[in-house]
């Protein structure tokens, strides 16, 4: 048995979707019988931050860990996606959500502030029993040991470090050996929270806050995103404006910035040619979150050579936000290796290699799938105006729903089948299986050999 996990966190829980995961993998591994302690760098617990998006593949691993529990109260089941053209939001396509989500994939699809989510992980973890060590920040890592130096000297020893540090991870560049400092994309993202409330009384925008649904504005090098969250005193609408640093009409982002608070009259001069309801509902907001958009190139390999850290999450994956499923693929993570060292084929340090080799087989592949579709996502919405952009309309207007074959990844039922209808723990159990049927094979060989004295 692994004595003890470690999860590391270099980053403030505002700036990477790390937050959402770290926890989770803390609570599989404990749900799998081991000694987890959490290292925080914040000095408190802090709620903060604006929506997500859980869909069936990772809100099926939340109610596998006893997470889901602690968060219904705050969630929102959106009806279905509602693609519209940029400058006048005229219906392209629509495609439901909350139905194949229950119908077929069998878990639900909902959004949640990003802060009553963190505080459901924080209630599962603590009624588990696992420790959370606040103020911790972690210097620096040794990797053959494993061990890490936190704030204040203490050197805290390990059989195993999870390194969950994000974007801008350290651990990254300890497990391939070399600088790799995060690819900027070349955009960035506004995001706007606030009450449903300010916006009543507005003919225009009632639907925007009364109907749950996802709502998404394509268009030139942009898109605009809406939905509801059922926060914890107030319902609020969440929206997201990704777009290019250099908007036309916008300020541009200073460089050497990748994270500020601006102001509504920033979003505004970048977006004032949209749909009107984009800028009548901006006249409500006081502020806005604005920061750079980054990715990482692929990894051929997510742990150390010394098989004592891994990482998970953004750190061996971030991704671009256009499918929504960075977070997603965190609490995939979470529950492959949660899953793998709670077998008792790979639970002690001697097992560490196999352990985490068959980690990487089941999540490096599909991490990168959702990376690349997730590029081709953000093309098919950001088209200019022009020939291809009309063609991909008429297609759209003429082909609502989901279908297989779809032009629209987000409307084509084998790509959707494949990203939301994913199940960590039935692929988990299936590569167990052929594992074991490998293993049962090499052993039924060497007793044949046993058996007749003939060296195969």
């Known amino acids: 048995?692994?004595?003890?996990?470690?999860?590391?966190?270099?980053?403030?829980?505002?700036t990477t979707a790390a937050e959402d995961h770290r926890l989770t993998v803390a609570i599989a591994l404990a749900d799998g019988g081991h000694e987890v302690i959490v290292l925080e760098s914040a000095p408190a617990?802090?709620?903060?931050?604006?929506?997500?998006?859980?869909?069936?593949?990772?809100?099926?691993?939340?109610r596998q860990l006893g997470i889901?529990?602690?968060?219904?109260?705050?969630?929102?089941?959106?009806?279905?996606?509602?693609m519209m053209r940029w400058d006048n939001g005229q219906m392209l396509v629509e495609c439901p959500l909350k139905e194949p989500a229950l119908k077929e994939y069998g878990t639900p699809y909902y959004h949640i502030h990003r802060a009553d989510l963190h505080r459901g992980l924080v209630a599962r973890a603590e009624e588990i029993g696992i420790k959370i060590r606040l103020d911790s920040r972690v210097l620096e890592v040794q990797p053959e040991v494993p061990s890490v130096t936190v704030k204040g000297g203490e050197n805290i020893k390990a059989d195993l470090v999870v390194a969950s540090d994000g974007l801008h991870s350290i651990c990254r560049e300890i497990v391939i050996g070399y600088k790799s400092p995060p690819q900027p994309t070349g955009q960035m993202v506004y995001r706007v929270t606030l009450p449903a409330k300010r916006l009543e009384g507005i003919p225009e925008l009632e639907e925007i806050i009364r109907v749950p649904r996802n709502n998404h504005w394509i268009g030139p090098r942009a898109t605009i995103l809406s939905y509801l969250l059922e926060g914890i005193n107030e319902t609020l609408v969440n929206f997201v404006f990704t777009c290019d640093i250099?908007?036309?009409?916008?300020?541009?982002?200073?460089?050497?910035?990748?994270?500020?608070?601006?102001?509504?009259?920033?979003?505004?001069?970048?977006?004032?040619?949209?749909?009107?309801?984009?800028?009548?509902?901006?006249?409500y907001v006081d502020q806005v979150l604005e920061w750079r958009l980054y990715t990482h190139e692929e990894l051929p390999s997510w742990t150390h050579p010394g098989n004592k850290l891994v990482l998970i999450g953004d750190a061996a994956h971030a991704m671009t936000p256009y499918l929504a499923q960075g977070a997603a693929m965190g609490i995939e993570d979470s529950a492959i290796l949660g899953g793998i060292l709670s077998q008792p084929e790979y639970c002690t340090p001697e097992t560490l290699p196999q352990a985490l080799e068959?980690?990487?087989?089941?999540?490096?592949?599909?991490?990168?799938?959702?990376?690349e579709n997730s590029i081709t996502s953000r093309y098919f919405t950001q088209m200019e105006d022009g020939p291809k952009q009309v063609e991909r309309d008429e297609w759209l207007l003429a082909h609502p729903g989901i279908c297989e074959g779809h032009i629209n990844i987000r409307s084509r039922k084998e790509f959707l089948d494949e990203l939301f209808g994913y199940d960590a723990y039935k692929a988990l159990a299936s590569a167990l299986a052929q594992e074991r049927s490998k293993s049962d094979a090499v052993e039924a060989k060497v007793a044949q050999v046993n058996g007749t004295g003939v060296l195969a």
């Open 45 to 62: 617990i802090t709620y903060i931050g604006a929506g997500i998006q859980v869909s069936s593949n990772s809100s099926r691993v939340l």
């Open 1 to 14: 048995m692994v004595g003890l996990a470690l999860r590391i966190s270099q980053l403030a829980p505002l």
């Open 358 to 371: 068959l980690y990487e087989s089941l999540r490096i592949k599909r991490a990168a799938m959702v990376a």
């Open 246 to 283: 250099d908007m036309p009409g916008g300020k541009r982002m200073e460089d050497g910035v990748n994270q500020k608070i601006g102001t509504n009259e920033e979003v505004r001069a970048a977006f004032k040619d949209w749909d009107p309801r984009i800028d009548r509902m901006l006249a």
């Open 68 to 82: 889901e529990k602690h968060i219904l109260p705050y969630c929102t089941e959106p009806i279905d996606l509602r």
